[in-house]
């Protein structure tokens, strides 16, 4: 049978974690070192498990899920062709992010016991057990700060050519149209100015600024700079500020539409008691967003396939 690798590793020290759901039997391994860019738990439906996938992209359900309520690491994000958000927990396993939530990363990874079968960790040689069947026992090293350097060096380079190639391709499809909005100029069009110059800066979860940032760290940062407002430093918060222009439940399913939208708006994915991402309407059926470590902040359009599920107007 393949063996799989899948992270879930503490912020320092080696770890010797358990939590996933077996549906067929799997071999004990030892995974990779990796850096974590964000710890994220289970929110699917108690007592069940999340399927873990091959790829974000047409993968196949690889036969086993994470279980409702643990605490994973994760080492890369993706959005698929459906405009449907991914973490990679593993050296190829998948989950749909829409049923996570973030969590500090000082939280600790979870544990589960009770259970018929047991597994010997190939690090500690220490007994693991899960409910409903065998868990993948983990032990997982420190990373060393040479490769972390290297590694965090590539992903910058490869972020700042996925960003050129998206502000350029953006920039040839945007159109002239007239933005509605009501707001004054002055603070609108600062809030435009602020977010384009940080397109082309890396992603990093956690960051605040002003060289590199996460979604909700860039919105943050933009609006007390252009707008001199102090917006909530969490997605979670943020979501819960200003007035509700638009939310998916309440429009029957359809897309939100450029001309409900105004400078300034802010876009958000996921439910509004669990958003996963944000982004800054700055006009012209586009925005503003702290992507991905892959893309890094980034201007895009806004499209079917990956449409915000909610728009919160905090001018």
């Known amino acids: 049978m393949t063996k799989h690798k899948l992270f879930k590793l503490g912020t320092a020290a080696a770890l010797t974690v358990t939590g996933v759901s077996a ?24 007592g069940k498990g999340l399927n873990i996938w091959t790829n974000y992209n047409k993968g196949k359900f690889m036969g086993y899920r994470a279980k409702d309520g643990t605490i994973w690491n994760v080492a890369e994000t993706a959005v698929d062709k459906k405009g449907n958000l991914w973490y990679k927990v593993g050296t190829r396993e998948w989950i749909e992010a829409r049923y996570t939530v973030d969590v500090d990363m000082d939280t600790p990874a979870s544990t589960n016991a009770k259970t018929k079968d047991k597994i010997t960790n190939v690090s500690t040689k220490k007994k693991s057990t899960a409910k ?13 700060k040479k490769s972390t350097k290297k590694a965090k060096a590539a992903k910058v380079k490869k972020a700042k050519q996925i960003v050129d190639a998206a502000v350029k391709k953006t920039s ?41 940032f996460d979604c ?17 430093r969490t997605t ?11 939310q998916k439940s309440q429009a029957n399913g359809q897309p939100v539409s450029a001309n409900n939208l105004q400078v300034g708006d802010l876009l958000f994915w996921g439910s509004e008691s ?21 893309q890094g902040t980034i201007l895009q359009t806004m499209t079917s396939y990956f449409a915000p599920t909610i728009v919160k107007r905090v001018l």
């Open 172 to 212: 040839k499809k945007s159109t002239t149209k007239k933005v509605a909005s009501t707001q004054a100029p002055s603070k609108a069009g600062a809030i435009i100015a602020l977010a384009k110059q940080q397109v082309g800066k890396p992603y990093a979860w956690g960051a605040n600024g002003p060289d590199s």
């Open 132 to 144: 409903n069947g065998v868990n993948n026992v983990i032990s997982l090293g420190t990373v060393t």
């Open 23 to 46: 549906i067929t039997s799997l071999k004990t391994v030892r995974a990779a070192n990796f850096t974590a860019i964000k710890r994220v738990k289970i929110n699917y439906l108690p």
């Open 216 to 232: 909700s760290s860039l919105v943050q940062y933009v609006f007390k700079n252009a707008a001199g407002m102090n917006l909530p």
């Open 274 to 294: 669990s958003p996963y991402h944000v982004a800054i309407y700055i006009g012209n059926n586009q925005y503003v967003n702290a992507a991905t470590p892959e």
């Open 236 to 246: 979670y918060d943020q979501v819960k500020v200003g007035q509700t222009v638009y």
